[in-house]
């Protein structure tokens, strides 16, 4: 389940199944959205991107979803495996703009 | 390519010291960019570069410096210490059009 607080958002979920991770954004003008995966004592990695003018975009085990009404991201991760635990961040930023803004992160925790 | 690389891993500082956070990319990047990451948070910017000469504030500059003599290299000058800059410091860079952040794998500063 879930645990919103002072310490990051939690996921966690049982290997081989499908996780889900929510971003919510603020910036209407938002013409790109990233998620990035950050492992233990490395630095944040491109997954995958979508832009404004699509609302699902599909990676190796991945899709992204975008809903602009609500303003808000997820991304599916299918048969999630012990690899995929990490901190997930989204970023958003208005087209031509190359100063995204970060999310909090969501810290996935798989279990074998 | 080696994409984006940070020294030192690791340090630790007194009150007062300075130092030298080193960064560079060989994927003649334009935009480079140094943020902060402090623990169940995302990412702050400190500042960015354009190119080569060119540098601005980004979300909390206050307390470091940077120069970009080079397209290759963006390094952070901390001038005096503060226990409130103890943090890890990633450094990031972009070649537009793409929107993608490739980052280095981090410093992590600790300030007593």
């Known amino acids: 389940g879930e645990s919103v607080g002072l310490h990051l958002p939690t996921l966690s979920v049982q290997e081989g199944d499908n996780s889900i991770i929510n971003c919510a954004y603020s910036n209407s003008a938002s013409d790109y959205f990233i998620w990035y995966k950050q492992e233990s004592g490395k630095g944040p990695q491109f997954i995958i991107d979508i832009r404004s003018n699509m609302d699902k975009r599909q990676g190796q085990r991945v899709t992204v979803l975008l809903n602009k009404t609500v303003k808000h991201l997820s991304l599916q991760i299918a048969a999630t495996q012990p690899g995929d635990s990490a901190v997930y961040f989204c970023a958003e930023g208005p087209g031509g703009s190359y100063i995204p803004t970060f999310g909090r992160g969501t810290s996935l925790i798989v279990h074998p | ?112």
């Open chain 2, 1 to 112: 390519n080696a994409g984006v690389t940070q020294t030192p891993k690791f340090r630790i500082l007194k009150i007062g010291q300075s130092m030298t956070l080193q960064c560079t990319q060989d994927m003649n990047h334009n935009y480079m960019y140094w943020y902060r990451q402090d623990p169940g948070m995302g990412l702050k910017l400190i500042y960015y570069s354009v190119g080569a000469g060119i540098t601005d504030k980004g979300e909390v500059p206050n307390g470091y410096n940077v120069s970009r003599s080079t397209t290759e290299d963006f390094p952070l000058r901390l001038e005096l210490a503060a226990p409130s800059q103890t943090s890890v410091y990633f450094c990031a860079s972009i070649r537009p059009p793409s929107y993608e952040q490739y980052f280095g794998p981090g410093t992590r500063l600790t300030v007593t």
